[in-house]
């Protein structure tokens, strides 16, 4: 195990065509342009419209391309862990169904519902894979379709979310200057009265009264999620440079949960970074949940040089957060 990093070593995404405005919202609830633009940072943001397609339509997209991009073949592929929120069904799970339709064979696959720190979570997960020594290739993909969940006539959720999704492959490497490198996850379940879904689950399984009360959409009380967001996200990314010897200076890029622009200005402030070092792309994409990391990278992915000392952190559904510290692997090609 000594030795051995887990490397990102290639980064594909997907969002479907579909583009939802904020002039189109502004039909829809009463709001404007200027309210979602100053109060949340979000221009636009991709919708499935697509019949009868979930988030492994998005998933399967991303992880095609990332396959194709990255000369894998399917039955090379040993694990792929999916982050979702929104999976195609209560079971199997959306990595199952995502493995079949990118010829995936026999991966050992799963799920994780991490809310938005999924994909971070996931990341975390497949690396310990790699860093046993177990597997050599695999795959963590962020599928959502938020659109399935959210309450178009709720002004105060509906503006936030977009559906989307991003696959990285993780590898093994002994290079020191590649790799994850260190990892705080954390959870505290009493959030969840912020932030949840009321219907649907097993406490409550659907039934015409839960339909009409609206209760299998996001349930979400901003200001509390807000102040949570703020202060966990800040207190990790701080905690992980301090810990690993990085000032401001050291760090190439932060890649931050896209929920609000307000709360990602406020996290950079905390670790002292200007916003050219921060990864910004809420705008065009809104929070795409488990999506939104893998979004900024795969965007970023032809200025990222080999050795960029990178930050990712998040905040979500749960309550979960967490920050985690890796170096680029590879220069752009
Ligand atoms: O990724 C998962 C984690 N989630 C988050 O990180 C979300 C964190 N929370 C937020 O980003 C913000 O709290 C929201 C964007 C959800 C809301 O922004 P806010 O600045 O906290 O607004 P607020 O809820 O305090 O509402 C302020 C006012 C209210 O009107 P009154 O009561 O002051 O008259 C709302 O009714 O803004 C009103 N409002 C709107 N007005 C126009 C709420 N939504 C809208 C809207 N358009 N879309």
């Known amino acids: 195990m000594q030795g051995i990093r887990a490397a ?40 499935i419209k697509e019949p009868g397609e ?18 894998t073949k ?11 929120v929104t999976p195609d069904h209560q079971f199997p799970a959306t990595a199952n169904i995502i493995c079949d339709k990118t010829g995936i064979k026999k991966a050992f696959s799963f799920d994780i519902n991490a ?21 050599k290739k ?11 969940i959210v309450d178009y006539t709720d002004r105060a959720t509906c503006p936030i979310f977009g559906d989307g999704s991003g696959a990285v492959l993780l590898e093994p490497t002994t290079d020191p200057e590649a790799g994850i490198i260190d990892e705080i996850l954390q959870s505290d379940g009493f959030g969840r009265i912020h932030l949840h879904q009321k219907a649907g689950g097993s ?13 299998h959409y996001i349930y979400q009380e901003g200001q509390p999620v807000f102040k949570y967001a703020v202060s966990n996200m800040a207190d990790v990314s701080v905690e992980i440079m301090e810990r690993n010897n990085l000032s401001s200076n050291d760090i190439a890029w932060l890649v931050p949960h896209q929920a609000n622009m307000r709360i990602i200005e406020a996290v950079a402030r905390r670790m002292g970074l200007e916003k050219e070092k921060v990864m910004i792309n809420i705008e065009r994409y809104g929070n795409t ?43 752009p090609k």
């Open 138 to 148: 695999v795959i963590v993909v962020g599928a959502e379709k938020m659109s399935s």
């Open 203 to 215: 406490v409550k399984p659907p039934t015409h009264e839960t339909i009409d009360a609206r209760e």
């Open 54 to 71: 979930g988030s492994s339509f998005v998933g399967t997209e991303a992880v095609k391309r990332l396959l194709s991009k990255t000369n």
């Open 115 to 135: 809310g938005c720190s999924g994909f971070l979570y996931a990341l975390a997960t497949g690396a310990k894979y790699v860093t046993s020594g177990l597997y």
């Open 8 to 47: 990102i070593t290639g980064i594909e995404a997907f969002v479907p065509d579909y583009i939802l405005t904020n002039e189109e919202l502004s039909q829809m609830v009463d709001t404007t342009d200027e309210w979602i633009m100053t109060r949340i940072g979000i221009k636009e943001r991709h919708i």
């Open 289 to 331: 949940t488990s999506a939104t990391l893998p979004l900024c990278l795969w965007e970023w992915e032809p200025r990222l040089k080999k050795g960029d000392n990178i930050i990712l952190a998040t905040f979500g559904a749960g309550f979960t957060w967490g920050a985690i510290y890796l170096k680029w692997a590879y220069d």
């Open 74 to 84: 399917p039955e090379e592929v040993e694990l792929l862990i999916c982050a979702t």
